[in-house]
């Protein structure tokens, strides 16, 4: 099994920047995948960066350039830095982990973008 949890969410202005954390209870490099996902108000969860044991990365098109994920293997943790943060980026983001062909889910963290 696997426990995640976040944390690095608030309040934040347009063109602002936060950096969310993810640890989990176990060795990264033997979790498949790891990923940050989204759900904004009222809407569908979405993929937003993820990264492979191998350190593989990948990002949705509307982040590319404003948002890196990256890992402190030591620690355990995820990152995901986000830059240039719009309004469209208020959201609840969860963290995610695919291991033992399992997927493991942590609590999320809010994450509002506000004048």
């Known amino acids: 099994q696997v426990q995640l949890v976040e944390s690095g969410g608030g309040l934040v202005q347009p063109g602002g920047s936060l950096r969310l954390s993810c640890a989990a209870s176990?060795?990264?490099?033997?979790?498949?995948?790891m990923g940050w996902y989204r759900q904004p108000p009222g809407k569908q969860r979405e993929l937003v960066a993820r990264?492979?044991?191998?350190?593989?990365?990948y990002y949705e098109d509307s982040v590319k350039g404003r948002f890196t994920i990256s890992r402190d293997i030591p620690k355990n943790t995820v990152y995901l830095q986000m830059n240039s943060l719009k309004t469209e980026d208020t959201a609840v983001y969860l963290c995610?982990?695919?291991?033992?062909?399992?997927?493991?889910w942590g609590q999320g963290t809010q994450v509002t973008v506000s004048s």
């Open positions: 176990r060795s990264i490099t033997s979790i498949k995948i």
């Open positions: 990264i492979t044991e191998g350190g593989i990365t």
């Open positions: 995610k982990a695919i291991y033992a062909w399992r997927d493991y």
